[in-house]
């Protein structure tokens, strides 16, 4: 089945239904620009921590902010699609800030699942997870993969 791209609003409704039927709700962020392997790694285990998932993407605006000029290189309506067209992806976001505490307030989800170049320690959101009673998980493979060094590889080394 395939993902389904909803406004945070009507995210909200979805996943508090979802809660309410006692579904646990997974929710994974990141730009996710030039979609690889390390990312569908990382989707997979966050999959398999719940019932739900929820990816909440960088809008453009913000992806560009916090990655540099020229990116992201796709545009979000089409990073969301392609996450939408994943298995293991049930609903996909995105917003405008640079951190996901937006999100997090208003989704309430069970998990928050951060990649591996995380640490229960170092999560950025850890503080603000615990606070709203929501679980932090670092999940996926060793961070040996990034856009930013398949991007460089495909211009021939120049990074991008």
């Not at 730009?31 to 993407?57: K, P, Q, S, W």
């Not at 999940?139 to 080394?157: N, Q, R």
Request: with cysteine; aromatic share 4%; charged share 30%.
């Amino acid at each position: 089945m395939a993902g389904t791209f909803l406004s945070i609003e009507d995210l909200s409704e979805t996943v508090r239904r979802h809660k309410a039927a006692g579904r646990r709700v997974v929710l994974c962020n990141g730009v996710f620009d030039l979609l690889h392997v390390g990312h569908v790694r990382y989707l997979r285990a966050a999959r398999a921590l719940g019932d739900v998932l929820v990816v909440a993407i960088n809008d453009d605006a913000s992806a560009e902010r916090l990655k540099g000029a020229g990116r992201p290189f796709m545009p979000a309506r089409e990073r969301a699609e392609i996450l939408c067209a994943l298995d293991c992806v049930d609903y996909v976001t995105s917003f405008p800030d640079d951190t996901p505490r937006g999100v997090l307030d208003r989704l309430r989800p069970d998990v928050h699942a951060k990649g591996t170049d995380y640490t229960a320690q170092n999560v950025p959101e850890a503080g603000f997870d615990r606070d709203l009673g929501i679980q932090v998980a670092i999940v996926g493979d060793a961070k040996d993969h990034s856009t930013t060094d398949l991007a460089a590889k495909v211009s021939g080394g120049r990074r991008g």
